[in-house]
């Protein structure tokens, strides 16, 4: 079965120090990977997406994430959180023969002062 | 363009009323999608629309949901007969038919309220 798996529900990390969101997936194509923000009432901003090509992806806001298939991982980073990052992150799989996307359930990050 | 612009963006409605949301996507994308998200949960799949053609509906779009793209642009999705059920963020998604081209831009939902 297709899925996404973010298996930290939620993450503490204080201002300025670096982050790591884990993602992993089952899918049984070459997946196309996202990772999205969301904050509290809003709708899904796109921070990057992978298709091919360079497996480390660079985003926006500082943000980037890397591709290992031979983990099924699509993890996202950032050396140095901002108070502005605290939302929460969803990743997502999908494929060109798959328009809907398989979504995970959710990173929340808080950010200690 | 401004990107995927949705309407309303509250609705409190009773339980048993019909409600009608709408998304304008970015203009050049031809194809819409619907999500709906609950609370603590990630997107699930609702339905798709290429052009105006409604290709593919998800399990959990029962009989009292509709989705319409008449002219290819705007979606409408209609709920009938709320539930308490129903009360979730509605999200609504616009792409290329290549979304390596730009990927899939979100809108900012409509949160509905069913009480």
């Known amino acids: 079965a297709q899925s996404v798996t973010q298996p930290d529900i939620h993450i503490t990390v204080s201002e300025g120090a670096s982050l790591e969101l884990r993602c992993n997936y089952s899918?049984?194509?070459?997946?196309?990977l996202f990772w999205y923000v969301q904050s509290p009432g809003q709708g899904l901003q796109l921070l990057l997406k992978?298709?091919?090509?360079d497996t480390l992806v660079q985003g926006i806001k500082g943000f980037e994430a890397e591709f290992k298939r031979s983990q099924s991982s699509f993890n996202l980073r950032k050396p140095s959180v901002h108070w502005s990052d605290a939302a929460e992150y969803f990743c997502?799989?999908?494929?060109?023969?798959?328009?809907?996307?398989?979504w995970g359930a959710g990173t929340k990050l808080i950010i200690k002062p | 363009d401004t990107g995927v612009s949705q309407n309303p963006r509250h609705k409190i409605t009773k339980r048993g009323q019909n409600v009608t949301f709408r998304c304008d996507p970015i203009s050049e994308h031809n194809r819409l999608y619907w999500y709906r998200q609950t609370l603590g949960q990630g997107p699930e799949f609702l339905t798709y629309f290429q052009n105006e053609a409604q290709l593919e509906k998800s399990r959990l779009l029962s009989d009292r949901f509709s989705a319409e793209r008449p002219k290819g642009s705007f979606s409408t999705l209609e709920i009938q007969r709320t539930e308490q059920g129903d009360s979730a963020m509605y999200l609504c998604?616009?792409?290329?038919?290549?979304?390596?081209?730009?990927?899939?831009?979100f809108g900012s939902g409509t949160r509905l309220t069913v009480v």
């Open positions: 998604a616009s792409s290329l038919t290549v979304p390596q081209d730009g990927g899939y831009t």
């Open positions: 997502a799989v999908g494929s060109d023969s798959n328009y809907q996307l398989i």
């Open positions: 992978y298709f091919s090509g």
């Open positions: 899918y049984g194509a070459t997946p196309y």
